[in-house]
């Protein structure tokens, strides 16, 4: 079965530490997403990736970092700079690259910071 | 004023009436919208998707677009406890801006049986 596959889906963290969220897919996209979810706010971007080797920063990059080597796996490092990163984190993944309508979603990442 | 703006509810409905969401947006050059379905814990899930003005239906659902008022809006009829969700609607921004999709907060509907 096509999909997109994040892991851990559960994560805990001490403050300080970076943390790498993984994100692979098997339904052949070329564009690539990260969004975070806090509780009232909806879904913000964080990074997004339209072909590999090549990625653009959204609305909420700092503090997280990533990279596209390959065109299956989009990982996110939440890094210590990063002041509030407990959230839900969310990676997607569409066809379009001329605009991302349809978004193919994973079942998320929930990272706590103890 | 944010991109895309809906009313966070939650909006409660009984079992078998209409409910009905909307969502407002700034860009009036926006050509296409979209409806995502997130039951609580899990992620979103497309279900409707409209391209300028007009009505979409699909089933229980119908998508109505008025780009005059910069809203759009997502009809469930016959709602089923099934339904209870939240409803977030997207918007993409041009491609000069980016290839990203912009959601609103969301809306929580609650159909009671």
């Known amino acids: 079965d096509g999909g997109i596959t994040q892991s851990p889906k559960y994560l805990f963290r001490k403050e300080g530490q970076n943390v790498t969220l993984s994100c692979e897919q098997n339904l052949n996209h070329d564009a690539m997403y990260w969004y975070r979810q806090d509780p009232g706010q909806g879904l913000r971007l964080i990074y997004y990736s339209q072909i590999v080797n090549d990625f653009q920063k959204g609305d909420i990059a700092e503090g997280y970092s990533v990279s596209r080597e390959k065109k299956e796996s989009f990982p996110l490092t939440v890094t210590s700079a990063q002041k509030n990163p407990t959230a839900f984190y969310l990676c997607?993944?569409?066809?379009?690259?001329?605009?991302?309508?349809?978004?193919?979603f994973g079942e998320g990442s929930r990272l706590t910071v103890l | 004023q944010k991109e895309v703006e809906q009313n966070s509810g939650p909006l409660s409905v009984p079992e078998g009436a209409i409910a009905s969401l909307n969502c407002t947006y700034s860009?009036?050059?926006?050509?296409?919208f979209f409806w995502y379905r997130q039951y609580s814990g899990k992620s979103p899930e497309l279900i409707m998707f409209?391209?300028?003005?007009g009505d979409k239906e699909d089933g229980r659902f119908t998508a109505q677009l008025n780009k005059a008022s910069q809203y759009v809006s997502l009809l469930i009829r016959d709602s089923q406890p099934s339904d209870s969700a939240t409803y977030l609607c997207?918007?993409?921004?041009?491609?000069?801006?980016?290839?990203?999709?912009?959601f609103g907060a969301g809306t929580i509907l609650r159909v009671k049986s």
């Open positions: 997207a918007v993409p921004k041009p491609a000069e801006y980016g290839n990203k999709l912009v």
């Open positions: 409209i391209y300028s003005n």
């Open positions: 860009d009036r050059g926006s050509q296409s």
């Open positions: 997607a993944s569409s066809t379009n690259q001329a605009y991302a309508g349809e978004l193919f």
